[in-house]
């Protein structure tokens, strides 16, 4: 699984996408170090605030199967420039990824740019700041 289909990856899973509210679709996929590709869809309610993110699927889904080991992960939206994660997503990237995993946003128009975990939210509150 290279960077190339992981991006393709997130472009389908973002179909899956529940928005009739905002109608604003995104896509992630998020690679496991075993190879496996976990993929996430936002999905809101009419309760608004309820709404999970895609990458949040993505990754919600991987640790409930037990994995927690991750290799990268892709994002895409229909976003002028490369789609951002919101605060609560990087929040929970940094809880499961190690700071120097690359992320890859990007958009349909095919912008991709790739940064890490730590530039996302760089001095994030992790598991360690509890030891
Ligand atoms: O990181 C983000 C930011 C927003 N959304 C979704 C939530 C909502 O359904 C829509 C508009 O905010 O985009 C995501 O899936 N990921
Ligand atoms: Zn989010």
Redo the contacts with the bound molecule.
Sequence with gaps: MNKEQLLAQSKVAREN?Y?P??K???G?ALLAKDGTVYDG????NASYGL???????AIFKAVSQNVREFAAIA?V?DTEGP????G??RQVIAEFCAPTMPVYLTNLKGDVVETTVEQLLPGAFTPEDLL
Aim: aromatic content about 8%.
């Design positions: 996408a928005v509210y905002s604003f679709k995104v992630a869809c936002n999905i809101e709404t999970n993110c895609a990458e949040r699927t994002i939206a789609c951002a994660p919101c609560a997503c």
